[in-house]
């Protein structure tokens, strides 16, 4: 399975931005997605996820309300939509797929496939 994260760039606090997740070889259908994130100097963090169906979402406190994770199995793809985003969003957020069908999905260790990450930078 490779993961392919898009979609980061270069925006002002307060703007919004989309992350896809295309995935080729197995795809995604049956195991969840996860989005994590990496600032310069820090561990990476647990962002967001789903569940295999979509039915159970999962959002870390910090951007609770402001992102939105989805995904779309007939096009084996994920989103992360990022709205209200703020300085310390600022990261390399990467996708992945878990190990299993179920699990808590806020651990690194809950994943197996990891995309290679694209930058957001959001500007005060």
């Known amino acids: 399975v490779q993961l392919q994260a898009c979609g980061g760039g270069l925006v002002q606090a307060g703007d919004s931005l989309r992350l896809s997740c295309a995935a080729s070889?197995?795809?995604?259908?049956?195991?969840?997605m996860g989005w994590f994130r990496q600032a310069p100097g820090k561990e990476r963090e647990f962002v967001a996820a789903i569940n295999w169906s979509g039915s159970s979402l999962y959002y870390a406190d910090s951007v609770k309300g402001r992102f939105s994770i989805s995904r779309d199995n007939a096009k084996n793809t994920a989103s992360l939509q990022m709205n209200s985003l703020k300085f310390e969003d600022t990261a390399v957020y990467y996708c992945a797929r878990s190990i299993g069908a179920s699990g808590t999905y806020r651990r690194r260790s809950d994943y197996e496939y990891w995309g290679q990450g694209t930058q957001v930078t959001v500007s005060s």
């Open positions: 070889g197995r795809g995604l259908s049956g195991y969840g």
